[in-house]
């Protein structure tokens, strides 16, 4: 068989499946997937010995520290993956759920009920417990799955779907249910994107690269988790202790992650009293600052210019870019050119200012007086998320077991012909 | 300046054009809207002169009569538009409405609220009156909007088009409020759907060359209003009576919009009893049968053999497929296999059998005893509607001012920071 029929076969049987995975029962569903859970510990003998595996070649091709600790397991990680599996069982179903319903004056009732999208591929680097949750959440939401995950971690991610697997098959559910492309030949992803005929959606995680290749060649409707380049503004009217609380907390606490600052807004009325203390802060904590120039001048030495690519640029650690601006006006035209239409804060106590933040900043996710750290599906109370949607179409932000929904209208009529 | 850069130029004052409109009050925009619907009205005069040339033109190059009748515009026609635009600001502002609201244990209080989604592109074919039913839409739901109709309409389009513009000039509103392209090179179309960083969604409304090309080639997410192939399913369990009436309104009230049925199906055990008067029907109104050899046999002479061909079909004129199918399992099989997915129909009065139908059927409307002709923003009572989306993502079904809005999250804090 070709490449090109492979993939084909998988995406075909994920469309038969999906027909199948939409009748399920929430009950039959969360029992599965409580045994899902229950099979990766089982298994986890054969996971870690898999992953030895990725780590040894890992290392032979000499990938980074930081990398080979995002690919490695240990019996906590896995332990973590079967508890998220345990928490996806326990969120309420969104399949089933009815949006809205209303007559209208023909006479028919209509009722607007969320189903599942059908057949969601996934295109992933890295961590290999991307793999069992992605399939947790698309499962529970009624909804087949292919998975693409990074090479580095091919016999990772292969262990952990074959245990899983092998569960979807005990219970009598068709192939077609969870797919994993075991191939490190990129061309699979080619065909993959042009299968629009069977795949309704397809999600990228990871870098740059990756999300551009996936949105210039695919056919296939696409959401993106880009990155988050995430703006604290402190206001003139701003609680100073306050913004410094939150704005260490929103760089330091996990820079790692998408929803992390990478750039610091402040009002010039409130620069010379709020910097010095706050970059003291931050140089404590090893964060290296890139300033505009009235921030290095109150900041003194060891502050690097800042750059245009400085503000388009997501970190993902200790550095910041802090700008001082002239204006709220100012702010908000800054975060809407250089920002990636993520997560935004103002610290103010002017309720017209946060107001105008609140309804000007073209964000996902925009917050008075809080970290933008909160952007996150357990923190917004949705349970586990398969991302952080930077996109405007379907989902923004957090996207849960909701986001894997569409819906259909269903109309019960007595004989209506249209006059 | 180059194609390119005009095009790229248009996309930009969109972008900034958008930002505006999105802060624009319902009371604004309604009172621009009736502006727009009078200046229709006073220019009727130009806009039945370019109309005029356009017809000229298609005369010349031969274009079918229905392609002219959709192509002429008369003071009616204009009326209409004019009407549209008048019932567009009537209708409730989808933009600020409040999804929902909750609060999380961090204190924090989420208000996820509609917004406009931002720059909207429409590339259609043919009738004029899209050209004001669009921009009515987009700019009641706060976006800018880029219009690129069919070359054979340039001329009424662009009569339409400018007389909108000046309205728009006369509020004072940004240029990009209102952008349509006006040239015949295909190129264009090629250029637009490669700029995602300025458009956030594209519409192509037209036939299924133009929404391949679009899919094909479109970096910006696409919403499709691709054919309708509907079907009505006459169970075993119908009422003959009622689903003779249905099944003859589906398919002859107005046999050129995608609503209509398309294929009929019915079940063997009443095929005998329902097909000679049904067909008869059907006959007297000139509408031509395609049948499997059941059809055939009960129908006698005069019945063409129905192709797979057929049953992927739509027909849009006086022509039906038929086939007898021998189970409910069977009749849904065949409308997913080869249905689009838009509105389909069983008529029945077995609640089980409904059920079965209403939750397998995989396409946006189902229903139970009514014409699929309801499908339909109007009779949905959404009012107006941009178009009917045959895709899964963000959009199923009639979509109108709640459609073309995304949604942000608001958060409000008193100083949370992530432990």
């Known amino acids: 068989m070709t490449l090109r029929q492979q993939v084909v076969n998988i995406a075909k049987n994920a469309a038969s499946a999906a027909r199948i995975l939409a009748g399920l029962t929430t009950c039959e569903k969360n029992k599965i997937l409580e045994e899902m859970a229950e099979s990766l510990n089982k298994n986890k003998g054969a996971i870690l010995k898999a992953n030895k595996k990725d780590i040894a070649l890992a290392m032979k091709v000499k990938l980074s520290g930081a990398l080979i600790d995002r690919l490695a397991l240990n019996e906590k990680r896995i332990l973590d993956m079967s508890n998220c599996l345990l928490s996806v069982a326990k969120l309420n179903d969104a399949v089933g759920s009815e949006i809205k319903s209303w007559d209208v004056p023909s006479g028919l009732k209509i009722h607007k009920v969320r189903v599942p999208i059908g057949v969601i591929a996934i295109i992933y680097e890295s961590r290999p417990n991307v793999t069992s949750d992605c399939i947790g959440l698309c499962f529970k939401s009624g909804n087949s799955v292919i998975l693409r995950g990074g090479s580095e971690a091919l016999n990772s991610n292969l262990a952990i779907f074959k245990t899983i697997e092998r569960v979807i098959k005990k219970n009598g559910l068709p192939k077609g249910t969870v797919n994993f492309i075991a191939t490190k030949d990129r061309q699979a992803i080619d065909i993959l994107l042009k299968l629009n005929g069977y795949i309704d959606l397809v999600m990228p995680r990871g870098g740059e690269a990756l999300i551009k290749k996936v949105v210039s060649s695919s056919r296939i409707?696409?959401?993106?988790?880009?990155?988050?380049?995430?703006?604290?503004?402190?206001?003139?009217?701003?609680?100073?202790?306050?913004?410094?609380?939150?704005?260490?907390?929103?760089?330091?606490?996990?820079?790692?992650?998408?929803?992390?600052?990478?750039?610091?807004?402040?009002?010039?009325?409130?620069?010379?009293?709020?910097?010095?203390?706050?970059?003291k802060k931050f140089k404590d904590a090893g964060v290296e600052i890139r300033g505009c120039p009235v921030t290095q001048r109150i900041g003194k030495a060891g502050i690097k210019r800042v750059t245009g690519k400085d503000y388009r640029t997501e970190y993902l650690s200790l550095i910041l870019s802090v700008k001082v601006v002239d204006s709220l006006k100012q702010a908000i035209e800054h975060i809407n050119a250089y920002g990636s239409h993520h997560s935004d804060s103002i610290i103010t106590d002017d309720e017209l200012n946060a107001k105008e933040f609140l309804k000007k900043v073209d964000s996902a996710c925009v917050y008075v007086n809080a970290s933008t750290r909160f952007t996150d599906g357990n923190q917004f109370g949705m349970g586990a998320e398969i991302g952080i949607s930077t996109d405007k179409l379907h989902a923004r932000g957090p996207m849960a077991l909701e986001e894997l929904t569409t819906y259909k209208y269903v109309i019960y009529g007595n004989g209506q012909v249209r006059a």
């Open 221 to 279: 409707p696409v959401i993106k988790h880009y990155k988050g380049i995430c703006h604290v503004y402190v206001d003139d009217h701003a609680d100073l202790n306050m913004a410094e609380k939150i704005c260490f907390n929103a760089k330091v606490q996990r820079p790692g992650v998408c929803n992390a600052m990478e750039s610091m807004l402040v009002h010039c009325d409130v620069a010379a009293r709020f910097l010095p203390g706050m970059l």
